[in-house]
């Protein structure tokens, strides 16, 4: 069973940082993809930043393109991933999930292709 637990969530003023992690935890081997969403409020969880753990040039949304940045961390035990975000926007606000997901290298991916969910962290930014 995989297990995903974020953490690093918190309030922000605009321009600020955030660093979001996530303790990747069980049989993650049959999961090659690590990925962020985020839901707003009355919003659809959507896509933020994604990454294959074999490596390769991660995904980031047009959204947050040049400010956040996406890393794993497999060392250790449980696997980290991280979301590094810059020059945060008050439309960045939102719950933010990591999941973990088998995708084929090459192939798109959406929110319904992932079975294993973390708890969520929030992230506000404020004006």
């Known amino acids: 069973q995989v297990r995903l637990a974020e953490s690093g969530g918190g309030s922000v003023q605009a321009g600020g940082s955030l660093r979001l992690s996530c303790g990747v935890s069980?049989?993650?081997?049959?999961?090659?993809?690590l990925a962020w969403f985020r839901e707003g409020p009355g919003q659809e969880r959507e896509r933020v930043a994604g990454?294959?753990?074999?490596?390769?040039?991660?995904?980031?949304a047009d959204s947050v393109k040049d400010r956040f940045t996406i890393t794993i961390d497999q060392v250790d035990d449980p696997k980290m991933v991280y979301l590094q975000m810059n020059d945060l926007k008050v439309e960045d606000t939102a719950m933010y999930y990591c999941?973990?997901?088998?995708?084929?290298?090459?192939?798109?991916?959406?929110?319904?292709?992932?079975?294993?969910w973390g708890q969520g962290t929030q992230v506000t930014v404020s004006s």
């Open positions: 999941a973990a997901a088998l995708i084929p290298y090459g192939s798109s991916w959406l929110n319904t292709d992932f079975e294993h």
């Open positions: 069980g049989y993650i081997y049959g999961h090659n993809f």
């Open positions: 990454i294959y753990t074999g490596g390769g040039t991660p995904y980031y």
